[in-house]
């Protein structure tokens, strides 16, 4: 999926050439500008497709729109990407590999690398698994980001597609939920590492802690809040444990948008306005200015 991408996604669709045998860009209603690098761009890949939205229709319908045409075309295995994340030489192939020797391989949704921040150098696997196995090339884990998710094509016939009235944020979280409701599994390879970018991270000071913040735009903390919320509605009798971990976690971030991110007032509202459409049930594509 992109949306107002830059040159960085060139570099971006050239790495991952290599590694499937199809690449398709839904481009989320970027414009005239945004058309001329697509364009391009598909000249110089055969692999290459661009499905062109005339309006802004959110990740999750851009996702379903690319898995529905992967499936269309017999494509078994369906990988989604960010415009911003590239992979690292045979991450594909490694997820695949550790995937082959998997014992109960009909209850895998989907596998997962884990991320290196494009910033820091850091890497790091999902925020909620099951305690690394040191012995075991994967682990198993609750949610994975949309970016570098390699899902069965088979799987979305059993669980459905994603949520399209979370528009984005909690998109890749929602579906994850709904694999391990269902009784799937997802596995995170640990050999394999995809470069991601997530928000504009910065780390801060305070005491002895040195919290890592995103600065996400006002917008963003609206959806974050709002579908954290019909998260809770949801899966709070379905999966109490990951809903409590999840409130908590939540929590925490909105704290350290009260102490440390810039425009705290216009994000604190946007987190209120979030918290009550979510409450109340009003979903899909944000209509509030902030």
């Known amino acids: 999926m992109s949306y107002h991408p830059t040159d960085e996604l060139i570099e971006n669709v050239k790495a991952l050439v290599q590694q499937v045998d199809e690449i398709l860009i839904v481009d989320n209603g970027s414009g005239l500008e945004a058309k001329q690098l697509l364009d391009n761009l598909i000249k110089q890949h055969s692999k290459l497709n661009i499905v062109f939205l005339s309006e802004n229709l959110g990740i999750a319908a851009a996702l379903n ?9 017999g494509h078994e295995w369906v ?24 014992p109960n391989k009909e209850k895998v949704a989907s596998l997962s690398p884990r991320y290196m921040d494009v910033n820091s150098g850091e890497i790091s696997g999902s925020h909620l698994r099951l ?10 884990a609750y949610e994975v980001l949309t970016s570098g998710n390699l899902i069965k094509s088979c799987v979305f016939d059993f669980v459905g597609y994603f949520d399209e009235s979370l528009f984005i944020d909690y998109v890749d979280r929602e579906f994850c939920w709904r694999c391990i409701h269902s009784s799937y599994s997802i596995l995170q390879i640990n050999d394999a590492i995809l470069q991601h970018r997530i928000g504009f991270q910065k780390r801060c000071k305070f005491l002895w802690f040195h919290p890592s913040i995103t600065n996400h735009s006002p917008l963003r903390r609206y959806y974050i809040a709002r579908n954290a919320i019909y998260i809770l509605k949801v ?16 929590l925490k971030v909105f704290i350290k948008v009260a102490i440390f991110e810039n425009n705290k007032q216009i994000k604190i509202k946007a987190i209120c306005l979030g918290l009550l459409d979510g409450f109340l049930g009003r979903m899909g594509k944000c209509k509030r200015t902030f």
Request: charged residues 20%; glycine residues 2%; proline residues 7%.
């Open 79 to 102: 990988i989604t990407f960010d415009q911003d994340s590239q992979v690292t030489p045979f991450m594909i192939e490694a997820m695949l590999r550790v995937y082959e020797t998997y």
């Open 65 to 73: 729109i690319g898995v529905k045409k992967a499936k269309a075309a």
């Open 235 to 250: 899966y709070l009798i379905k999966r109490p444990l990951l809903v409590s971990i999840d409130l908590y976690k939540l």
């Open 131 to 140: 305690p690394v196995n040191k012995t075991l090339p994967h682990a198993q």
